[in-house]
């Protein structure tokens, strides 16, 4: 099946610093979709991006479908932003909307 | 976006019992859930994807005896775990589709722990 890989595993701020965080994946996709799982466990969407580039706020998202990867920028990062991120992809060859999640990055954002 | 709430939050239950997770649409039809595990410090892993009105399928080496699905409605999963274990203590996320729609909405997820 296809695989994920999302980078740094782990990656600590201060509060107002700038992060990029890295997903890779292994074949064609036609759903990319980035998520935030907060303290509590609910996942939180942030991002659907299979292509192109999307802003939020701080937050934006660039996928390059055709090189395989995914990045998320966050800037001038809160306390709140703390948790995990995580990129979930479809295979383009796959059915059923089955959802591959990568292992995410852990963002701790201090004041 | 739509919303997918979970119900409960949060469970105890006695080793040998049954337990059973909720998972509902509120604000649309989804002729399609997915079920999901997570466990500490992990990445989500597909159990299996509800579909209304049939048979659920199973991710392999997920046992469908002891996780039954049914998916009776258009807004509403169940996830029953039978004869609990302390190995089934886990956190437990559902997902759903509106229909035609791209992006997976999750629910807020089931605490399970099992003593």
């Known amino acids: 099946g296809i695989q994920v890989e999302q980078s740094p595993p782990d990656l600590i701020l201060q509060e107002g610093a700038n992060s990029t965080l890295r997903c890779n994946f292994s074949?064609?996709?036609?759903?990319l979709q980035w998520f935030h799982q907060n303290p509590w466990g609910q996942l939180i969407n942030l991002f659907y991006?299979?292509?192109g580039t999307k802003q939020n706020g701080r937050l934006s998202a660039t996928t390059v479908a055709t090189e395989r990867y995914s990045l998320l920028y966050i800037s001038s990062s809160q306390t709140t932003d703390s948790g995990v991120y995580f990129c979930?992809?479809?295979?383009?060859?796959?059915?059923?909307?089955?959802?591959?999640f990568g292992k995410g990055t852990l963002l701790t954002v201090n004041p | 976006g739509a919303v997918v709430s979970q119900h409960p939050s949060r469970v105890i239950c006695k080793s040998g019992t049954s337990v059973k997770i909720e998972c509902r649409s509120l604000?649309?039809?989804?002729?399609?859930m997915f079920w999901y595990r997570q466990f500490p410090k992990q990445s989500l892993m597909l159990m299996a994807t509800?579909?209304?009105?049939?048979?659920?399928?199973?991710e392999q080496g997920v046992e469908k005896d002891k996780f039954l699905i049914n998916h009776a409605s258009l807004t509403l999963s169940t996830l029953t775990v039978t004869s609990a274990h302390p190995e089934d203590s886990s956190f437990y996320i559902c997902?759903?589709?509106?229909?035609?729609?791209?992006?997976?909405?999750f629910g807020q997820g089931t605490r399970l722990t099992v003593v």
């Open positions: 604000d649309f039809q989804a002729t399609t």
């Open positions: 991006i299979p292509s």
């Open positions: 979930a992809v479809m295979n383009s060859g796959g059915s059923n909307y089955k959802l591959t």
């Open positions: 997902s759903a589709y509106v229909t035609g729609g791209p992006e997976a909405f």
């Open positions: 509800s579909n209304e009105g049939s048979k659920a399928t199973y």
């Open positions: 074949d064609s996709v036609n759903n």
